[in-house]
């Protein structure tokens, strides 16, 4: 047999398995849709001659087979039985004629299930029996077999049409090179024009010196490039070698300018060094803290206790607060303006990163440590301290200076507004995903919470104004760079439905494209689950190139029915869910099912209110994307 015949033996044998495998699938899947359409098609057709039968109750017997006749006439039954006991009634039987032949309708055919059911007429049980026709049913298999072998038939035929074109695109260089293989083996070149004339033979020898010379130009100016690449980043590292070296120096000759002094506290404020690295670079960011890190290291070598901590914005301001040692808070603020100092002078584009503090200690752990962690401790502990949440004999007096629009609107007006950032970490607990906007809003020497004035502002129509204020502020601490993008804010949905307002808000977007870009609209999902605009909202929000969250996800009505007809971005489930696990473990798995169906849908999922190191790893072992919560970091002012 040639390697020919065996290939398209080989060939004809993958095709005809092909062809019996697809066959086969069809006519399985073909049969097993048939099968439940014909149990259905039958429940629906006894259930009708029921309804039927049972206007006939109170006829003659005659006229009660009448009527069974006409119903068999008109559904075409295969077996239609009724039974009074075990006296027949009425029975016929049918055996239907089908078009196909015999040894196929063997194959195909699908057999109608038996429905019968026991009635009552005049106090009287009968037996219905009834099985509808499958001549149909078989038809379509028939036909869905034919359309199957057609579509192969064309699969087929494409193949072969596609391979003939990439057999000849292959055989035509081959073939060339063919030939070219025997003009060498004969000899067979093409004659070469001889010069006639010295004419001739100058212009050859003057095109050749032309694109010789041209040749030399490029080399000559790419071996310029290159080496003056090769010298700036020289210079580049240079420069960048001999100021870390500097700054080095300088900072270790100043943790041994006090002799007395042997413990040092280091504060690297994470806000800060996440600014950095996103406008610099990872490894240019880290530079520094390998410098001190390694001075710090070389110093408790000689006898110098040190200790590093890291501290988000709001918990560096809490050990400043708790440490009422006033020479402590001297040397504070004398060596963080040195070291500013010093990067300022050496990194020009650098910004703060290190603040760092000496203190006069005879202990081996100083008291200063001590106080710091528990200044921490107690930031983590008395949330309510440092989230303002109002005592609720001042909600009535709060209340009563908002009872009318006009106080409404001169809240929003006249009030001053604060911001701060709740970071929302990634799973891993390192990267920030993105971090919530919180508002804090203080008027006639009254902090008001957001919330009250925001539901204030909706039953008045003055939500616009205040989301648009808020709004206001958020975009100057973006174009001053005191944002961490990206960012979360909590809006109403009167305000987005509101036609000026979102009017106003698609001219900024058009302004401050990338402010929009990193923006995540927060919406409660109690508030836009009571609206029946909620896809026009979120819609809208899109079509501004934001993202859309839902807050306290899974106390609304319909939480599935949301998940699946809005098309949000990220869910944010509530944290009584989180705290429900340590009581209840069946909400373990509604947990567990809630963000598999979310993940399945694209949905990001957000664990919030997180207290304690036991729900922050349930969070993650249910497969949680982001992680927010007390534990994990605490709210920051923007400056």
Not at 64 to 70: A, P, T, V, W, Y
Not at 383 to 404: C, F, G, N, V, W
Request: net charge negative; hydrophobic share 45%; proline share 2%.
């Amino acid at each position: 047999m040639s390697l020919k015949a065996l290939f398209n033996l080989i060939v004809t044998s993958i095709l005809l398995l092909l062809f019996v495998a697809t066959i086969s699938f069809s006519v399985l899947n073909s049969k097993a849709f048939i099968k439940q359409q014909l149990m259905e098609q039958t429940q629906l057709v006894g259930r009708s001659v029921l309804q039927r039968i049972s206007l006939l109750e109170g006829v003659e017997a005659d006229e009660m087979k009448q009527g069974l006749n006409e119903l068999h006439n008109a559904y075409e039954f295969v077996f239609l039985n009724v039974k009074l006991q075990n006296t027949v009634i009425f029975e016929h039987r049918q055996n239907p004629q089908s078009n196909l032949p015999t040894w196929l309708t063997a194959v195909l055919a699908v057999r109608s299930p038996l429905f019968q059911q026991n009635f009552y007429l005049a106090e009287q049980e009968y037996l219905l029996q009834l099985q509808i026709s499958n001549v149909p049913a078989n038809n379509y298999i028939y036909q869905q077999l034919i359309d199957v072998c057609l579509i192969f038939a064309f699969f087929i035929f494409l193949s072969w049409f596609v391979f003939r074109i990439a057999i000849n695109l292959i055989r035509e260089p081959i073939e060339v090179l063919q030939q070219h293989t025997l003009k060498i083996a004969d000899n067979n070149f093409t004659g070469v024009p001889e010069i006639n004339s010295v004419a001739e033979m100058n212009a050859l020898m003057s095109s050749h010196n032309r694109m010789t010379n041209q040749v030399k130009e490029l080399v000559n100016e790419l071996t310029k490039r290159l080496e003056h690449a090769k010298n700036a980043l020289y210079r580049d590292e240079l420069t960048q070698l001999g100021n870390r070296r500097l700054f080095t120096a300088q900072f270790s000759q100043l943790l041994h300018e006090e002799k007395n002094q042997n413990g040092a506290l280091i504060l690297i404020r994470l806000s800060e060094w996440e600014n950095v690295r996103r406008k610099e670079g990872f490894l240019i960011a880290c530079s520094f803290l390998e410098d001190v890190i390694h001075i710090l290291q070389s110093n408790s070598k000689q006898g110098i206790n040190t200790r590093i901590f890291r501290l988000n914005d709001n918990e560096f301001a809490c050990v400043l607060q708790h440490l009422t040692r006033d020479e402590v808070v001297t040397l504070l603020n004398d060596l963080s303006s040195d070291i500013a100092r010093l990067q300022g002078r050496y990194q020009q584009k650098k910004e703060v990163l290190i603040g760092a503090v000496l203190w006069q200690s005879n202990d081996e752990m100083s008291d200063v440590m001590k106080s710091a962690d528990e200044a921490v401790l107690l930031a983590v502990k008395e949330r309510k301290h440092y989230h303002l949440y109002e005592p609720s004999e001042r909600m009535k007096k709060m209340s009563d200076m908002l009872a009318t629009r006009e106080g409404v609107l001169l809240a929003i007006n006249d009030s001053v507004l604060q911001l701060s950032q709740h970071g929302v970490m990634m799973s891993d607990q390192v990267n920030l995903m993105f971090s919530e906007v919180l508002s804090k809003i203080q008027y006639k020497d009254e902090v008001i919470p957001t919330l009250l004035l925001q539901s204030k502002a909706e039953q008045f129509s003055a939500s616009a104004r205040l989301d648009g204020r808020i709004f206001e502020q958020i975009r100057t601490m973006y174009i001053k760079g005191a944002l961490d993008l990206p960012i979360s804010i909590n809006a109403s949905v009167h305000s987005i439905l509101d036609d000026e307002f979102y009017a106003w808000l698609m001219e900024q977007s058009h302004q401050y494209a990338d402010l929009f870009s990193s923006i995540i609209w927060e919406f409660d999902e109690m508030m836009l689950s009571q609206s029946q605009s909620a896809p026009e909202v979120i819609t809208k929000l899109h079509k501004l190139g934001s993202k859309v969250a839902v807050d306290h996800f899974g106390t609304g009505d319909n939480t599935l029915l949301a998940l699946r007809k809005w098309p949000i971005d990220i869910v944010k489930l509530d944290g009584s869910f989180m705290h429900e696990l340590e009581d209840k473990q069946d909400a373990w798995y509604f947990l567990e099912n809630i963000i598999k169906l979310a993940h399945s849908l694209g949905v990001v999922v957000v664990c919030e209110q997180l207290e304690s190191e036991q729900q922050v790893k349930w969070a993650k072992e249910l497969g949680s994307d982001g992680l927010q919560g007390f534990k994990l970091a605490l709210p920051h002012a923007i400056h």
